[in-house]
């Protein structure tokens, strides 16, 4: 039977207005009280039901990427041919699954990523020989799914990136002043900015400064992010981190003075009450907490957005362990106020990109809740550090 897809797409967003409904009806304070626990048993009966169709209708939405990433092949071998190089492409997790509103969108960050890799990366089969390299070079594309993320990535053996190379540029540029206090990867990210070119001439398919720049936008759109790890004279691994879907997930609602935000809940590690013992002060770093895995950057939510009337000792407050994949910090937050699913919702055209938030959703009281983006927040909250130690120094 062949159901029409913009059908679907309605039918996904009617079962999310489902959800708003069902989040107002628990929060009612007729079933908060719990007084009628014949009513209290409907209403957990209902949220069962409501949370069964929620995954159902998600996964009418996903479909295997494997046609994305079979589409490749001829695209590595018309550019082997082109630079007369030796390639070979392998693919991976060609069964994991992803929601088809994406599918047609990742298509063209992979292009750009694999020409850049045999153009940039993969080495002549007279350079390979020399560097002690099998003649023909490997990319491997793989796809997965790891912590509420599709994860999909492409690895190369070949020259690998020049961290020297890339900070000279990027100083040529104006890009940055010095790469003081830049980890390996916030510099690699540098070759997304646009006009960004470290190629030596420019040829059919690169050199121009273009492309990259047009990965970053098309990944930022779907609210996923871009990590680059390499090894010079070993190879490079570009990884796309995509939310599984943007539709419907799960988050924790946290309190920071009046203000109410949702974190969501693939990203919290743990949550606790710091003891004074545990949190110290670095210089260029600002607070840290000391935890099991090490001393971990400690950011204050309230400062971060400016909220008044918040919890200024952190043994009072609740810290939030977090992670993206990447680097774990902590938030400091008032209050955990619970779980809950929500439907997110695009802040809208006139917003534009407001660091550390990638969205909103309607809460069980009507009102708005920002959903807060733990990458940008991190970023965010480094940039104001590295600000203030700036004006430190002025003064």
Do not use: W
Request: charge should be negative; aromatic fraction near 2%.
């Amino acid at each position: 039977m062949r159901v029409h897809t913009s059908r679907l797409d309605l039918l996904v967003d009617m079962v999310g207005e489902l959800v708003i409904a069902q989040s107002i009806l628990t929060q009612d304070h007729a079933v908060l009280r719990g007084g009628d626990h014949a009513l209290t048993q409907k209403v957990a009966h209902l949220s069962k039901i409501v949370r069964d169709l929620q995954a159902l209708s998600m996964s009418l939405r996903m479909i295997p990427i494997k046609a994305t990433l079979k589409r490749m092949h001829r695209l590595v071998r018309d550019l082997t041919q082109k630079f007369d190089k030796q390639v070979q492409l392998i693919v991976e997790g060609e069964e994991t699954e992803i929601d088809r509103n994406r599918v047609d969108v990742l298509a063209d960050p992979l292009v750009h990523m694999i020409r850049h890799a045999i153009d940039h990366g993969i080495e002549t089969p007279d350079e390979r020989i020399q560097s002690g390299k099998p003649p023909m070079g490997t990319v491997r594309l793989k796809a997965c799914h790891a912590s509420g993320y599709i994860v999909v990535s492409m690895e190369d053996d070949g020259r690998g990136i020049d961290r020297e190379v890339i900070v000279r540029k990027a100083l040529e540029k104006g890009l940055i002043e010095s790469d003081r206090g830049m980890s390996d990867s916030d510099v690699f990210s540098l070759i997304f900015e646009p006009g960004f070119s470290t190629a030596a001439q420019v040829t059919a398919v690169s050199g121009r400064g273009v492309g990259m720049d047009v990965v970053r936008k098309s990944v930022e759109q779907l609210h996923g992010r871009i990590l680059i790890e390499s090894k010079l004279g070993q190879g490079t691994t570009v990884s796309i981190l995509l939310p599984i879907t943007l539709a419907i997930t799960d988050g924790m609602l946290v309190r920071v003075g009046r203000q109410r935000y949702i974190n969501p809940t693939a990203n919290i590690v743990r949550s606790l009450r710091p003891t004074r013992d545990e949190i110290k002060k670095v210089a260029g770093e600002g607070e840290m907490v000391v935890m099991r895995e090490g001393l971990l950057p400690m950011y204050r939510l309230s400062a971060l957005f400016g909220i008044p009337g918040t919890e200024e000792d952190p043994t009072r407050a609740l810290l939030v362990i977090v992670s993206d994949q990447e680097e774990r910090f902590g938030l400091l937050v008032d209050e955990l106020l619970g779980q809950q699913q929500i439907v997110v919702k695009s802040l809208g055209a006139g917003l534009g990109r407001t660091p550390g938030v990638s969205g909103g959703a309607i809460l069980s009281d009507g009102m708005v809740g920002l959903i807060l983006d733990v990458r940008g927040l991190a970023a965010y909250a480094r940039s104001m550090t590295l600000e203030e130690e700036n004006v430190e120094i002025a003064s």
